[in-house]
């Protein structure tokens, strides 16, 4: 079996359900549950015996033991962490408990059980990492794309701590053998994923006729990839990556924020019309994040020769799922829109959320 940290959050569900799609091997996930984990985005799974789920914290060194050594896994594939970038500025502190301390726990934990395997099980065993492109920094806009060679320039406090715990992976593998994996991929877009992030924050904002916020002037640069070609990735590094290597993953989907939210806006004004005029009308520019990161581009030559990966969604097809997914789910999005998620707008955009245009 594999153990899957963060698995009720929007990638890791993602990994659980793909996964299940194509394997009768069974998962363990354990997850905290933070406001960004959610049971729902497994309960379709609820009554299948391939995934038993823990609710359980990185940092509870008992639990960890525990679980490796009842379930003895092959493998650890780790999303669990504190990923929203706004959230990581007004509060990093979370950041190092989750991503940093919560890393090391889970190496050491995963170092003490694998050290007392035999030699072909320690051989087998794998440790897959799920870093990010923001570990680089910020890309001119005619520099190249990140390869797994590009210098480590993290500007926020979250690309700071999933840097950190990327080291200490790299570490784990060099000093004690521990066959690690790492990918650095890009943002990531689709189903399951907590309506903070741009694309479900926009598209929510837009059913509700919400402003629809975009940061400073909107040119920033991000490549998307639809989660579903992240997951295969994933599963290709596990089957085929070489142990100690980095692999970066991503969508070849450069587009500036200002035109992931007119294209969200053109396909909700075919799928959902507003009464009178485009969505594109609700678009407001509110003040810039600070540190704000200009431009990311993955460079996925080396996963694309060694191990045959692919994109199969471009930016247009992912983006229709994409919202296809979300007015499909009204159940799911009214849940999770509730509590924390109406907390965070008001202290981010201001108690009356983003001001109206005009
Ligand atoms: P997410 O915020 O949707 O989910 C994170 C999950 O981790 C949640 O279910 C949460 O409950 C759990 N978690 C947080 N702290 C925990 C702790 N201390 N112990 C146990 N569980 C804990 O994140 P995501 O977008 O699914 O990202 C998953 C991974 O992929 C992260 O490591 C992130 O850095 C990386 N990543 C994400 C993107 C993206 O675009 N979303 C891009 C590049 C890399
Ligand atoms: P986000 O989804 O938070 O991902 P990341 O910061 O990890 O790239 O943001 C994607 C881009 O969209 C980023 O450049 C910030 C920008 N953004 C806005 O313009 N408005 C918003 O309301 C949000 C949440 C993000």
């Known amino acids: 079996m594999i153990f899957v940290t963060g698995g009720a959050g929007f990638i890791g569900s993602n990994f659980v359900h793909h996964w299940l799609g194509r394997t009768d091997e069974p998962v363990v996930v354990l997850d905290a549950l933070t406001y960004a984990g959610n049971p729902e985005n497994l309960s379709s799974l609820a009554s299948d015996p391939r995934l ?26 780790h999303f669990a962490a504190e990923t929203h970038v706004d959230r990581s500025i007004r509060g990093p502190d979370a950041f190092l408990q989750a991503n940093v301390l919560g890393t090391f726990h889970l190496l050491e934990a995963v170092r003490a059980d694998w050290g007392r395997r035999p030699a072909p099980e320690q051989a087998a065993f794998r440790f897959l990492h ?49 066959p690690v994996l790492v990918s650095h991929c890009s943002n990531n877009y689709g189903p399951y994923q907590f309506p903070e992030k741009l694309i479900p924050l926009v598209i929510h904002h837009a059913l509700e006729g919400a402003p629809l916020p975009l940061y400073g002037d909107g040119g920033q640069i991000r490549d998307w990839l639809y989660v579903e070609d992240h997951c295969h990735a994933l599963v290709r590094i596990l089957e085929a990556g070489r142990g100690g290597e980095t692999y970066n993953v991503g969508g070849g989907c450069e587009r500036t924020n200002r035109e992931v939210v007119e294209s969200l806006c053109r396909i909700l004004d075919r799928m959902r019309p507003r009464p009178r005029g485009s969505h594109a009308e609700g678009i407001v520019e509110v003040p810039d994040r600070p540190g704000h990161d200009r431009r990311y581009a993955i460079d996925a030559g080396k996963i694309r020769r060694e191990l045959g990966w692919e994109p199969r969604e471009s930016f247009e097809s992912g983006i229709e799922k994409t919202v296809g997914w979300y007015l499909g789910h009204p159940g799911w999005v009214d849940h999770v829109v509730r509590g924390a998620y109406r907390d965070w707008i008001r202290l981010q955009y201001g108690p009356e959320g983003p001001a109206a245009p005009g």
């Open 130 to 178: 799920v870093s990010t492109d923001e570990v680089y920094g910020s890309l001119a806009p005619d520099a190249p794309a990140f390869t797994e060679d590009s210098p480590f320039a993290p500007n926020s406090p979250y690309a700071a701590s999933k840097a950190a715990s990327d080291h200490w992976v790299r570490a784990y593998g060099r000093t004690y053998g521990l």
């Open 52 to 77: 038993q789920f823990v609710k359980g914290d990185l940092n509870d060194r008992t639990l960890l033991d525990g679980l490796l050594s009842r379930h003895r896994p092959r493998a650890v594939v």
